[in-house]
């Protein structure tokens, strides 16, 4: 007796264009493989714009002595689109996001603007002012405070020993200055996170380079990576795990890159150059502001600190 393949009246179960199952009876034969063939020769490829998917098979009756008895009923699932195949060893994938990340800045690039108070009435030559009193003058307008008492016919912009300018001071772009320390901001800094996917073949991911991986975790790159100069990539570690068949390992990779940067102000001082991931710190003191003439923390040095190691990304083994 021929394999028949006949489709059931109560076939075609079909949900809203997403999915469809078309079921099937399955006649003379005692071997599996053989009845979904016959499905898979009698199915339509595409059903209502869907794809078939793998099928399956269901025994109903299975006689191995008597082959021409035996049922079996199989189901042809559809679905908008082909299944994704899973990656061949060697292949690779990529994701990535440049969401930033937080660094705490006691200096600015530049200072916008500076301002002090200006309230005080305007000064006049026929007023006598006593020590600690404030009047404005000039153009833009600067609030002073009398020095001493009798203050009387002395302009301030002329009198230096009379007036003493309330302006606010220059701290060179130091960030939160306190009597006693510069506290500084929480910003966000650019940084570029990726990660890249590896399928590797299980004889390259011996102990050897499983030990290099963990190595280089916490690595700057000492080369050119992905584009990225000397200096601007850190490796941040691998995750990985064998897959089914035993051939190869998935391997996720993950990176960070922050840019490198050259002639950096500090007040008055220039920073030539600073790798992505070297830190920056700026030691203060208290100077004498010569406009305001008042005691200021300003910077007084720059120190360029390397807390990563280099290492050669060439020992990923994932090229460069």
């Known amino acids: 007796m021929p394999v ?46 869907m794809v078939l998917q793998p099928v399956k098979m269901e025994p109903v009756h299975v006689d191995e002595q008597h082959p021409d008895t035996c049922v079996w009923t199989g189901t042809a699932s559809y679905s908008k689109s082909d299944p994704q195949p899973d990656p061949e060893t060697g292949e690779s994938g990529y994701s990535f996001d440049t969401g930033g990340g937080t ?34 003058a000039g153009s833009p307008v600067v609030q002073y405070r009398s020095m001493q008492a009798g203050n009387l016919n002395h ?75 000397a200096g601007e990539c850190l ?7 064998l897959r089914g068949n035993g051939e190869d390992w998935e391997i996720t990779f993950k990176f960070a890159a922050s840019p490198n940067r050259t002639n950096i102000i500090i007040g008055d001082i220039v920073v030539p150059s600073k790798t992505g991931w070297q830190y920056m710190w700026v030691r203060y003191e208290d100077a004498v502001d010569s406009t305001s003439q008042k005691f200021v923390k300003q910077p007084v040095a720059v120190y360029i600190e390397n807390v990563y190691e280099l290492g050669s990304f060439a020992g990923l083994g994932i090229g460069s």
């Open 103 to 136: 660094q705490h800045l006691t200096q600015s690039f530049s200072t916008a603007g500076k301002y002090a108070p200006n309230q005080a009435a305007a000064w006049s030559s026929t007023t006598t002012y006593a020590e600690g009193a404030c009047a404005t």
């Open 235 to 241: 490796f941040l570690g691998a995750s990985g795990s």
């Open 4 to 49: 028949t393949c006949v489709e059931k009246y109560e076939s075609r179960q079909v949900t809203n264009g997403q999915s469809a199952d078309l079921i099937y009876v399955v006649r003379g034969t005692a071997d599996h493989q053989a009845a979904i063939n016959a499905v898979l020769a009698t199915a339509p490829a595409i059903f209502g714009g």
């Open 155 to 229: 302009a301030p912009a002329t009198s230096p020993t009379w007036w003493s300018p309330m302006l606010a001071p220059d701290f060179k772009g130091a960030i939160g200055v306190t009597q006693d320390s510069v506290e500084g901001v929480d910003v966000t800094v650019p940084v570029f996170n990726f990660t890249e996917t590896h399928y590797i073949d299980a004889d390259n991911v011996d102990g050897s380079y499983k030990n290099a991986l963990y190595a280089l975790t916490g690595k700057i790159n000492n080369a050119m990576f992905r584009g990225l100069a």
